[in-house]
Nanobody, 123 residues
Framework: EVQVVESGGGLVQAGGSLRLSCAAS????????IGWFRQAPGKEREGVSC????????YYADSVKGRFTIYRDNAKNTVYLQTNSLKPEDTAVYYC????????????????WGQGTQVTVSS
């Protein structure tokens, strides 16, 4: 059974940090890229970051470049998203998703999704 579970969300003041985790099981983790997406209230879900299987490719949305860092530990089947200098506009439910081959911002290409973790940034 495939499981993708996010954790690490919470309430933080502007300028603060959170480390989000995405733990996966039920598929060959090393063969899958992992993407982070987020959905703010009343808005469409958007791509935030993606990491390739061997961590050689790292991708970030312009809105988070320089503030967020994605990395993975294949031994633990886990991907992390370190979020620094958080802004109120980063408030959203953050999802991670897995797909084979290459990173993509097109969410329909990701077959496996977690349930999401809420990040709330207060001003």
């Amino acid at each position: 059974e495939v499981q993708v579970v996010e954790s690490g969300g919470g309430l933080v003041q502007a300028g603060g940090s959170l480390r989000l985790s995405c733990a996966a099981s039920g598929f060959t983790f090393d063969d899958y890229v992992i993407g982070w997406f987020r959905q703010a209230p009343g808005k469409e879900r958007e791509g935030v970051s993606c990491i390739t299987t061997s961590s050689t490719g790292l991708y970030y949305a312009d809105s988070v470049k320089g503030r967020f860092t994605i990395y993975r530990d294949n031994a633990k089947n886990t991907v992390y998203l370190q979020t620094n200098s958080l802004k109120p506009e980063d408030t959203a439910v953050y999802y991670c998703a897995a797909k084979p081959y290459s990173c993509s911002g097109y969410e329909k290409l990701y077959p496996y999704w977690g349930q999401g973790t809420q990040v709330t940034v207060s001003s």
